[in-house]
């Protein structure tokens, strides 16, 4: 058998005109690993939303939940190709739902490591609406979701915020925070040698790969008000409300951390053999004589000294 680069599996993946969703049949929680866009196309879900959560997020029913194969509970069903249903976001079709074929992952015999959902292409509705499935349906549901996606101001590659929306909340926070005479901070994450990336793996392979630096970030922040966004092409931003030195610091740190550990093949890096991210941070009580974008221009300041080996910048605080 040939010895496939898991880089083009993960391209196939994203290039799956089918709806296809992963889930760690290991964990208890039977928590969300991995979405396609197709499968986000579909459901209306971001994968934002979904990776790192427990797959009953997307159960279109109580009565579904056991739909879902069981390795403990049920190793005969665990074994076992069947179906699941889901339910799609219904921004304009509350009942939509979605079935998918679920197929065993096994990294040991007799025990599946992962289940592969693959979409049928049968979207079903609540048997009380009038009119039939088509294919104008998934295509309206496609057309909503982008549209919403620009009112909540979503990056369509990430699912997180836009640097536009992002700033019209720093703007916000920051004149919340001058009025209490609290610290903001912000870190802002560069992907390491991104643009080499691309050119070697391509745009959906590069779409992914932003896609779980984004979500390693979202999954480091601790409080509710913390608010990342993609500001440019390789560069994320946080806001840290309420921060101070040693916070913001930790957070970055843990953030390169969980980047590295994901083990993304980076073969032109200079930095490293994986996917690195640097960081540059700034934290301050703001000043009322000094606008929001001292915030920004000052970590920007941080990121642009860091040393190109060492994947961190230092924080400065004011």
Not at 106 to 132: C, F, H, I, M
Not at 168 to 190: K, N, P, S, T
Not at 262 to 274: C, E, G, N, T, Y
Request: with cysteine; aromatic share 6%; charged share 25%.
């Amino acid at each position: 058998m040939i010895d496939i680069d898991i880089q083009i599996l993960v391209q196939a993946l994203e290039l799956n005109p089918l709806g296809t969703i992963i889930v760690n049949a290991q964990d208890p929680q039977r928590p969300i690993v991995y979405v396609n866009p197709a499968f986000e196309t579909l459901t209306g879900f971001d994968s934002g939303e979904l990776i790192g959560r427990a797959w009953r997020v997307l159960a279109a029913g109580s009565k579904d939940e056991a739909n879902w194969p069981d390795a403990e509970q049920s190793p005969e069903l665990s074994a076992a190709r069947t179906t699941a249903k889901l339910r799609c976001r219904g921004q304009l079709a509350m009942s939509e739902t979605v079935e998918i074929d679920l197929a065993p992952l096994y990294d040991q015999p007799g025990k599946p490591a992962y289940w592969l959902g693959t979409e049928q292409r049968t979207v079903t509705r609540d048997p009380n609406e009038t009119g039939s499935h088509s294919e104008s349906l998934l295509s309206v549901i496609r057309d909503a979701r982008m549209h919403l996606r620009k009112l909540e101001g979503r990056d369509a590659a990430t699912g997180i915020l836009t640097r536009r929306a992002f700033e019209d909340l720093l703007q916000r926070d920051w004149v919340m925070a001058r009025r209490e005479q609290r610290e903001l901070g912000i870190v802002i994450f560069r992907v390491d040698a991104f643009q080499e990336y691309r050119d070697i793996f391509g745009r959906h392979a590069a779409d992914s790969c932003l896609r779980k630096v984004a979500h390693a970030i979202t999954g480091s922040l601790r409080r509710a008000g913390d608010l990342t966004a993609r500001f440019s092409d390789d560069c994320f931003v946080v806001l840290i409300g309420s921060a101070n030195v040693d916070q913001a610091v930790a957070l970055a740190e843990r953030v390169a951390s969980k980047v590295r550990s994901l083990a993304i093949h980076h073969p032109r890096s200079a930095v490293a053999r994986f996917v690195t991210v640097s960081y540059g941070s700034f934290a301050e009580v703001p000043a009322w004589s000094e606008s929001c974008a001292r915030l920004i221009q000052r970590a920007e300041s941080e990121l642009t000294s860091s040393s190109a080996t060492d994947g961190a910048a230092t924080l400065s605080s004011a």
